[in-house]
């Protein structure tokens, strides 16, 4: 009966329950017959089953998930094509390609290397290049190799837990790097406006997407706020998000705006993507210093919600928008002039937040409408700020019936006059520019 194949992937062999029968495997080729595998003793209602290859071709064969350990005559002759280069003579090259060998076709299970009694060179050398542990064949017994195997395995789960952890490690510090680049401290320095951000990953993704946005206040006074999307997901596009995210900062510092800077953006996104499939939304808003009026640039991103004292929030203009960067070489995206009024909220946010279903059952996506009316119950229930995008993105989550499947990025700016005219009872002309204290938040109203 054909032995079936090893799964690729599998990692029974290093999870296997304590407490749980093992299965060693013995690879060894005794042509006098005088090798014979000591009886093992079952501890704590432990078994030991044993299976015996006698080459490298038919271990391969044997080698399936079930099995927890690999013992492995280093004497087992080997062919040319898995001997060691560089070994110091031809029975220690022989006997590490072997291992080398059953490392390559073994990798999450345990590996014990047996050796003659005077080979302890031979026998360090097997734990260098990755055995668990070594025995010697002359010494060997029952509950010698019993306890090698239980400690082999236990020492490779061991292996296998610190190496899983020291992966999640590096994604995490990989992450935090993108979340300092995706989501970065607003400059909103002397500005009235108060600003506040929710950022949730999809659960495709570990942490973070391609969402991106940005707030800064030039000398002039204007504040300029934007928000993107780069489609697909992993690694490169939150990088390119990053990317232009950092380049629409320093063009806004070196004062574009409009149409010219998001010319500009889509040269730098056509340079850095790694495929001209890959696109980017964006919306842009300049606020000008008195807080009262905007201007509107969207690239195939949806259109802010601007809510107002007395009246339901309500999207911007969208009518004359443009394409998304990266679709069309030479494409034009049109400013709009917005009235904003003396007290508003505007909020902002990616595509993830209105592409997630209303029930967990359905089809039906929550899309711009529904938002707009979910924001303006939770207005009407008094929630603002923070509060309000957390129960926004929230409420969202729940009516998807679970996490979301793509990553959701929402900003709100909001100005109070009457804040504003209490604390600059001058209108603010001559007033002094609070400076924050290094390390702490955005300058808020109190």
């Known amino acids: 009966m054909p032995v079936p194949e090893p799964q690729h992937g599998a990692e029974a062999a290093a999870e296997a329950s304590h407490g749980a029968d093992l299965t060693l495997l013995v690879?060894?080729?005794?042509?006098?017959?005088?090798?014979?595998?000591?009886?093992?003793?079952?501890?704590?209602?432990?078994?030991?089953r044993i299976r015996t290859a006698r080459n490298l071709t038919e271990a391969g064969r044997l080698l399936t998930?079930?099995?927890?350990?690999?013992?492995?005559?280093?004497?087992?002759?080997?062919?040319s094509e898995t001997r060691a280069s560089g070994a110091g003579n031809a029975e220690e090259a022989d006997g590490l390609a072997a291992l080398q060998?059953?490392?390559?076709?073994?990798?999450?299970?345990?590996?014990?290397?047996?050796?003659?009694?005077?080979?302890?060179?031979?026998?360090?050398?097997?734990?260098?290049?990755?055995?668990?542990?070594?025995?010697?064949?002359?010494?060997?017994?029952?509950r010698l190799l019993s306890r090698a195997i239980r400690y082999a395995v236990e020492r490779k789960r061991a292996d296998v837990a610190q190496r899983r952890l020291t992966e999640s490690t590096l994604r995490a510090q990989e992450n935090a790097r993108l979340e300092r680049g995706l989501l970065?401290?607003?400059?909103?320095?002397?500005?009235?406006?108060?600003?506040?951000?929710?950022?949730?990953?999809?659960?495709?993704?570990?942490?973070?997407?391609?969402?991106?946005?940005?707030?800064?206040?030039?000398?002039?006074?204007?504040?300029?706020?934007?928000?993107?999307?780069v489609c697909g997901h992993g690694p490169d596009e939150a990088a390119l998000g990053v990317e232009l995210r950092i380049a629409w900062r320093a063009l806004?510092?070196?004062?574009?705006?409009?149409?010219?800077?998001?010319?500009?953006?889509?040269?730098?996104?056509?340079?850095?993507?790694?495929?001209?499939?890959?696109?980017?939304?964006?919306?842009?808003?300049d606020i000008a210093p008195d807080g009262r009026r905007a201007g509107l640039c969207l690239a195939g991103h949806p259109a802010p919600l601007i809510a107002r004292p007395g009246r339901a929030a309500h999207l911007l203009p969208y009518e004359d928008g443009g394409p998304a960067l990266g679709l069309l070489p030479r494409a034009r995206?049109?400013?709009?002039?917005?009235?904003?009024?003396?007290?508003?909220?505007?909020?902002?946010?990616?595509?993830?937040?209105?592409?997630?279903?209303?029930?967990?059952?359905?089809?039906?996506?929550?899309?711009?409408?529904?938002?707009?009316?979910?924001?303006?119950?939770?207005?009407?229930?008094?929630?603002?700020?923070?509060?309000?995008?957390?129960?926004?993105?929230?409420?969202?989550?729940?009516?998807?019936?679970?996490?979301?499947t793509d990553d959701v990025a929402v900003l709100l700016l909001d100005?109070?006059?009457?804040?504003?005219?209490?604390?600059?009872?001058?209108?603010?002309?001559?007033?002094?520019?609070?400076?924050?204290?290094?390390?702490?938040?955005?300058?808020?109203?109190?």
């Open 65 to 79: 998930d079930d099995v927890d350990c690999v013992l492995l005559d280093l004497a087992l002759p080997t062919g």
């Open 252 to 285: 806004t510092l070196a004062g574009l705006c409009g149409d010219e800077l998001l010319s500009t953006l889509q040269q730098v996104l056509e340079h850095e993507r790694e495929s001209e499939e890959i696109f980017a939304t964006l919306c842009t808003v």
């Open 333 to 404: 995206w049109p400013r709009r002039q917005v009235d904003l009024g003396g007290s508003w909220s505007l909020m902002m946010y990616t595509d993830g937040l209105i592409e997630g279903r209303v029930s967990e059952s359905g089809t039906q996506r929550l899309g711009q409408d529904g938002m707009v009316a979910m924001i303006n119950r939770q207005l009407a229930q008094g929630l603002t700020g923070e509060d309000l995008l957390e129960a926004a993105v929230t409420q969202v989550r729940e009516l998807n019936g679970g996490e979301l």
């Open 184 to 229: 970065p401290t607003p400059l909103l320095e002397g500005s009235d406006l108060r600003f506040a951000a929710r950022y949730r990953p999809g659960r495709s993704r570990a942490l973070l997407g391609g969402d991106f946005y940005d707030t800064v206040r030039t000398p002039d006074g204007t504040v300029h706020v934007m928000i993107g999307d």
């Open 101 to 142: 060998h059953v490392l390559r076709i073994a990798p999450r299970h345990a590996v014990l290397a047996l050796t003659a009694q005077d080979d302890t060179e031979l026998a360090a050398a097997a734990v260098q290049v990755g055995a668990q542990d070594y025995l010697f064949r002359d010494e060997l017994d029952g």
């Open 415 to 446: 100005r109070d006059e009457e804040h504003v005219h209490r604390r600059f009872p001058n209108g603010g002309r001559g007033r002094g520019v609070p400076r924050p204290r290094p390390g702490s938040a955005l300058p808020m109203a109190p």
């Open 27 to 48: 690879i060894e080729d005794d042509p006098a017959g005088t090798f014979t595998v000591p009886e093992l003793p079952a501890a704590a209602g432990t078994r030991v």
